[in-house]
């Protein structure tokens, strides 16, 4: 059974999007909290002990009653159960209680009935082009590879993108996250090193207050966790070069997860604002992975996100400006955006 490192923010490297799972949980009569009792089968017992021992120890919300109840059930359900199987459900109730509802799900092994697959390896790419003649904008799409070659090729397209506007880019930028659901965070920073100022720009906050911190050195997206630095991804072109311009940040209610990540790393940071019709999906956590013996995957929420002045957003992360929605050939919070970096402009 593999189950990520979670040491530092490498086991944070896929914040997960939501699933919306609905399947039924058994019902059975809570146990006393602790290891499952002894099951006919010795598979089943590992199985579930493996996954509980998991939660309880990364868990956000794992030291809280709900959890302790959700895995004194999920022990009573092993103690009957010949296969791995009947574990599933009740393991889903307590990857709920330890990770919370929003973010946390325990997803089926392939082709069983209610099968769920976590995102696939993704093909998107950041895209640099001009709202006007001297406004750029970069739309940085949702990403879900860990393919460390995958990942390098959309940093590469940002950032590269990004250096070849910049002399244009006289009134400042326009990043559009408004569509990006979430995926691999650390590709997405390296995209837009060049927009972000030098040091800390988010950190994830563990249940025991420990923060681990994500920082742009350079031209590379590092963090620092017990003490040691560690390099997760690494811009082509010079860090920071048009962290001075004027930034609009679009974001929407699809705004979710690592997305919400990238939107927090410019927070706080002068001469950003940040423009959208509502708050963000809500989603400002990290998550880790376990996969299990039968391929089921447990995607377990054990940090808050918080942004360089150290705010976190566990109800989702409100605009600066909020704008109206958008309706058949408008655009108000792209017609915002350019509107404030225009009245703003330094060198039209």
Request: net charge negative; glycine share 12%; aromatic share 6%.
């Amino acid at each position: 059974m593999a189950a990520s490192r979670c040491s530092g923010l490498r086991s944070l490297v896929l914040v997960a999007l939501a699933f919306g799972l609905t399947v039924p949980v058994t019902g059975c009569v809570p146990a006393v909290p602790g290891k499952p009792p002894p099951s006919g089968n010795p598979a089943v017992r590992e199985y579930v002990e493996s996954a509980l021992d998991f939660m309880d120890e990364n868990g956000l919300y794992a030291t809280r009653r709900k959890w302790k109840e959700a895995r004194a059930l999920a022990s009573v359900s092993a103690s009957s159960a010949e296969t791995i199987a009947e574990t599933h459900s009740p393991l889903m109730r307590a990857v709920s209680a330890a990770g919370g509802r929003a973010h946390s799900r325990f997803v089926l092994p392939p082709g069983q009935l209610g099968s769920v697959q976590l995102p696939p390896t993704g093909e998107n790419r950041p895209v640099v082009s001009f709202a006007t003649g001297s406004i750029a904008a970069i739309d940085v799409p949702w990403f879900s590879s860990s393919d460390t070659r995958e990942g390098q090729s959309y940093i590469d397209a940002g950032a590269r993108g990004i250096s070849d506007a910049e002399t244009r880019a006289r009134c400042g930028w326009i990043v559009d996250l408004r569509g990006n659901g979430g995926g691999n965070s650390f590709p997405m920073l390296g995209a837009v090193t060049p927009l972000l100022s030098q040091g800390t720009v988010l950190s994830f906050i563990r249940r025991n207050g420990k923060s681990e911190v994500v920082r742009i050195d350079g031209s590379a997206v590092t963090y620092e966790s017990d003490g040691s630095t560690e390099t997760l991804a690494t811009s082509p072109v010079t860090g920071s070069s048009q962290a001075g311009r004027n930034i609009a940040v679009l974001q929407g209610p699809e705004t979710a997860s690592a997305g919400e990540s990238t939107l927090l790393a410019f927070r706080g940071q002068s001469g950003v604002r940040t423009f959208g019709e509502t708050t963000t999906a809500g989603f400002a956590t990290g998550n880790t992975l376990k996969t299990m013996s039968d391929g089921a995957v447990i995607v377990l929420t054990v940090a808050r996100m918080a942004d360089r002045t150290g705010l976190t957003y566990p109800d989702g992360i409100d605009p600066d400006q909020q704008t109206g929605a958008a309706a058949l050939g408008e655009d108000p919070t792209w017609a915002g955006a350019i509107d404030w970096l225009n009245a703003n402009c330094e060198h039209p």
